[in-house]
């Protein structure tokens, strides 16, 4: 008998009639004599909307209270997938992450997962029943209730997993898998049978909208086994492993949500750059790439997240209003695959391809798994389709 974690996005429970869908894919593994924990987010756009009438209440929520408020959301989608497979005649039961032993830091809004004590989950567990877990939610040692970051449920689901040493870990959405590039901007995307925890962090972290990258570090650190796939099908999905395959370009990203900041300074001293950063992160806004781009005078440029844009132009009229400022939304294009590093044929094809559309490069990365350029203006998706016809 298997131990195994299910975790289902919140498109895939998004009403009634999915709900039915969800509960009878647990059942198919339920009466194949395993184990069964689900991990579940809250329902469709329930969070999206429990944070708009927040902001509706206050402009800036006390994020202790956020957290209890969209905690909820979750423990709506465990009550009610628990209820319908009671009256389907399959004995399961609900736990909220405080239920579930899950404690994290008291980082509210994003708190990280400390440890897991499994004690309840491994009684219901032995009792035969199906245990229903909130995702994206634990509880701090101040007793206060904890929500991990959007997409935090892939965490929770891996991270439970790992506590409980299940055999798998399987993560439902509304797609079947991993793909080369997005399919909403690529045409011909070709789904991946596999992937490495270094190819999919990467994938994660430069914005593939596919798992939570904390989850991926977790299930990496603990050697899970991950198999993602589609709520609606039983189509194959992508396995992610310790698995690692010859060298080739595996999936591309292109990230539009991007600004490059350039803020300048007639006088420059050693500390400015240093009190920049500070006075940033002191305001929640996490800079990447910044350089100063003189020698004698302080003419700093770095990047930031769409999403961080109005916190910068308040900072701008406030604590940074000696700089002359300049911004423009540009885009991050990142190849994806394994030792790409030493594949000379994917460099070169790639900055031929770059030079053929006049790309006006901003800076060029280089890493084990991947392949990153930031231009200097947002490209079109044109751009990324030659790449992905091109390379894989």
Known sequence: METIVLKFGGSSLADNIKLNIVANKIIDFYNKKNKVIVVVS???????NLIKEAKELSYEPNKREMDVLLSTGEQISISKLSILLN?????SVSLTGWQAGIYTSDINGEAKI????????????????????????????????????????????????????ADHCYIFSDVDGVYS???NKITDTKKIEELSYTEMLDLSNEGAKVLHNRC??????YDVLIETGSTFNNNIGTTISNKIEESAVKSIVKNDNLFLITLKYENYNADMLNKLYFSLLENEIIPTNMINNSTNSFNVSFTIRTSELGKFQELLEEDLSMFSSSFTNISRVSLIGYSIMNNKEIIKKTLEILNINSTDIYSIELEECKLSFMTKEKVSNKLLEQLHHELI
Do not use: H, M, W
């Not at 809250?42 to 999206?48: I, L």
């Not at 991926?216 to 650190?221: D, G, L, R, Y």
């Open 181 to 183: 590039a997005d399919p």
């Open 114 to 165: 400390e440890y897991i004590n499994t004690e309840r989950i491994q009684k219901e567990l032995d009792a035969n029943n199906i245990v229903i877990i909130a995702g994206f939610q634990g509880i701090s040692d101040k007793k206060d209730i904890t929500t991990l970051g959007r997409g935090g449920s892939d965490t929770t689901a891996v991270a439970v997993a790992a506590a409980i040493k």
């Open 216 to 221: 991926v570090e977790i299930a990496q650190k």
């Open 87 to 91: 009256r389907l005649g399959y004995k």
């Open 42 to 48: 809250a329902q469709g756009k329930t969070t999206d």
